[in-house]
């Protein structure tokens, strides 16, 4: 279960004490978000984050140095790719930074997205929404087609992530629809801007409480 867009102390106590299994920061955007954080801030963030909780960056950044520069930067085990990604800077940012898990983001529009050309590349695939009118490639509250992505996560061989307008309520329904290895909330765990420890802890309770057992994390 991974908490996304972590912007303060407090989103960070939350998303840990109602029981996270990972927390990530929004670093690097270059398409419309309200929640990134400096490099500065998010550096000071994955620092506070306690040991056996997995520290993630998402990003919009797409090029190898950008890239690794971040991996350079930040003390982090994960990268979330938001934007066009070529499969080939997967690979090389691998190279530069082998201890890093790579995870790409897939938008779900009209059709199941197109996973084979990162199945050799990428530690995970995650599919989200977007908003096409705003330039959104992430972080939209919005609810996709869930068949696609259950379709996605039937015949991809990597580990898929469930992404997009997932809360406390329809979490389970999520699950038991897609059956997705782990899923990722932005603002379905907050309260007036800010993410709120006790609908982290029912995200979690919910996300786990599928009649065939619990997701992958």
């Given at each position: 279960m991974a908490v996304c867009a972590i912007r303060s102390e407090s989103d960070l106590d939350a998303a840990v004490?109602?029981?996270?299994?990972a927390v990530g920061v929004l670093v690097g955007t270059t398409h419309l978000a309200e929640d990134s954080v400096p490099l500065d801030d998010a550096r000071a963030l994955l620092l506070r984050v306690p040991p056996y909780v997995s520290r993630y960056v998402v990003?919009?950044?797409?090029g190898t140095e950008d890239l690794l520069g971040l991996v350079g930067a930040l003390p982090v085990d994960a990268l979330q790719l938001h934007d066009e990604t070529e499969?080939?800077?997967?690979d090389a940012v691998r190279?530069?930074?082998?201890?890093?898990r790579l995870i790409k983001a897939l938008p779900v529009t009209g059709t199941a997205p197109g996973w084979g050309r990162f199945a050799a590349t990428a530690d995970a695939i995650l599919l989200d929404s977007v908003d096409v009118a705003s330039g959104r490639i992430g972080g939209t509250g919005?609810?996709?087609?869930?068949r696609l992505s259950a379709q996605v996560a039937a015949d991809c061989p990597r580990p898929v992530v469930l992404a997009?307008?997932?809360?406390?309520e329809n979490v389970a329904e999520a699950v038991r629809a897609v059956r997705p290895w782990a899923v990722n909330v932005n603002s379905g765990v907050e309260v007036e801007g800010a993410k709120d420890r006790r609908r982290v802890a029912s995200f979690v309770r919910?996300?786990?409480?599928?009649?065939?057992?619990?997701?992958?994390?």
């Open positions: 004490d109602g029981g996270a299994d990003t919009h950044l797409s499969p080939s800077v997967l190279a530069g930074a082998p201890s890093v919005r609810v996709h087609d869930w997009g307008g997932l809360t406390p919910a996300a786990r409480s599928w009649p065939g057992g619990e997701i992958g994390a």
